[in-house]
């Protein structure tokens, strides 16, 4: 083993590692190590920039005292939704070189800035209509479109998983206590979007001069813009209905059209490769929404068709 090899353990408890071990990770390379009441400042602190936190401030929040202090104080473990796995990495002595504070989360609750907690904010202010932003993974895979009375809901990911959580968590809270809706948004693209997306990787690519290195594209979807998803939300909060709502605009379109769409909008249809990346493992054939409530219960329809959106979301990147 060289000194560059390390071996990486996982603890269940910040007390299964010394306060002095541990802080002399979180502090900053040349910041003392304390041993036995003494402040010692060693050449061992003086590692490599590259595993080191030199020139950085050191941060209160990562000491040994604080985190410990989280676990003694049952503020994580149990049924709080955070359960301590912190890593270690040790030197071929045994000696630790390296830690990260981790933690599994299981569920939402337990933090305080998410949707339930502003929900619970909300009630005690004497709100009387709550609207939160679900999603689409919270569906089971289904082959056709999904229902939100028929569709089961069984998340594959852990964001679907903690978006279910929340909407089950704050309907139960809602119950004769305030009106709400929960809308569960499909596939947006517009401006802002994260650059590594579809929509605005390709844009980029062909706007670059690249080629546009897609998958086969087979895969079939419902966009919306997201200028039309944030009107249909204002439409639910100002709707009498109850529950979930699919806030997408119920005509599926395949990726390989939405690329081309693209791509002719720009005048670069020769760059636009398909096939030239292969599809992910587990992704889903098909993933398109009913829109029957949006319609007829909240009386919404889209103010973009999707051309009309892409060309906006061009112009936008174009801009940038």
Not at 24 to 38: F, K, L, V, W, Y
Not at 92 to 101: C, D, T
Not at 283 to 289: F, N, Y
Request: include cysteine; hydrophobic fraction near 40%.
């Amino acid at each position: 083993m060289n000194s560059l090899e390390f071996r990486i353990r996982i603890i269940q408890s910040l007390a299964d590692v010394s306060s002095a071990a541990w802080n002399s990770c979180a502090s900053g390379s040349n910041a003392p190590i304390r041993e036995q009441g003494e402040v010692k400042l060693t050449s061992e602190n003086n590692r490599s920039p590259k595993l080191s936190t030199q020139g950085q401030v050191d941060n209160p929040f990562v000491t040994h005292e604080f985190l410990s202090s989280l676990e003694e104080s049952r503020s994580v473990g149990g049924r709080t939704g955070w359960e301590p796995r912190h890593l270690l990495a040790e030197n071929q002595e045994g000696a630790l070189v390296g830690a990260a504070p981790c933690y599994i989360k299981s569920h939402s609750r337990g933090e305080y800035v998410f949707d339930h907690g502003w929900a619970d904010a909300f009630e005690r202010a004497g709100g009387e209509r709550f609207v939160g932003a679900g999603t689409c993974a919270e569906y089971a895979p289904s082959p056709g479109a999904c229902d939100e009375r028929a569709t089961p809901l069984a998340p594959t990911t852990a964001y679907g998983t903690a978006k279910l959580d929340v909407y089950r968590t704050v309907g139960a809270q809602a119950r004769g206590r305030f009106s709400f809706a929960w809308g569960r948004i499909f596939f947006l693209f517009g401006p802002h979007e994260d650059a590594s997306r579809l929509v605005p990787s390709v844009i980029r690519s062909l706007a670059d001069g690249r080629e546009a290195r897609c998958t086969a594209g087979t895969q079939v979807r419902d966009f919306m813009h997201v200028g039309d998803v944030a009107d249909a939300f204002a439409a639910l909060l100002d709707s009498r209905v109850e529950d979930a709502v699919n806030i997408a605009c119920g005509r599926p379109v395949r990726v390989a059209d939405v690329v081309q769409t693209i791509a002719r909008q720009m005048d670069a249809s020769d760059r636009v490769r398909l096939g030239a990346l292969p599809i992910p493992a587990g992704e889903l054939p098909s993933i398109t929404a009913s829109v029957a409530r949006l319609r007829d219960e909240v009386r919404w329809s889209r103010a973009r068709d999707l051309d009309l959106g892409l060309i906006q979301t061009i112009e936008w990147w174009r801009g940038r």
